[in-house]
């Protein structure tokens, strides 16, 4: 009898060690993917909005004047919705297009620049690099 229970404590103490590292490996994985994620988005606004925007950390002197910075945007309320949809928001639509969302560019609008396509995936990239961002003090 004790050899049984002593054999039923090392599985249980075997089985709860292994649904632990499965939970490490789980959540190291998703801590990858975020970071990964970021990563991917903090380039995208490196080579797609850099060249009007201020971006902390990237580019602390570029941008346009008449532009807001990311910083200056994350102090809005709304800022994650400004975000979300900055493709629809002026002058965006004449630059950018997110593949499988917006229709494609009107010819009417100002070609200054070559269209820049996006996705769905780089949508989301680009708001978790945002997350990253601290408002102004």
Known sequence: MFFSQYIR??????????LTFTCV????????RAESSIERGKSLV???CSRCHVIPGLNP?????STPSFSAMKWLDDWRRRFEI?????PHPALVR???VSDPRNKSLPAFS??????????????????TIKPPQ
Not at 9 to 18: C, R
Not at 27 to 32: I, N, P, Q, R, S
Not at 61 to 65: A, R, V
Not at 114 to 131: A, G, R
């Open 61 to 65: 002197y570029g941008g346009i004047g």
């Open 9 to 18: 404590s090392i599985f249980g103490l075997v089985t709860a060690i292994m």
């Open 86 to 90: 900055f493709y629809i928001l002026p």
């Open 114 to 131: 070559s269209e820049i396509v996006m996705s769905l995936e780089d949508l989301d990239d680009i708001l978790n690099f945002v997350d």
């Open 25 to 32: 490996l789980i959540a190291g994985a998703g801590t990858a």
């Open 98 to 100: 997110i593949d499988g």
């Open 46 to 48: 490196r080579q797609h």
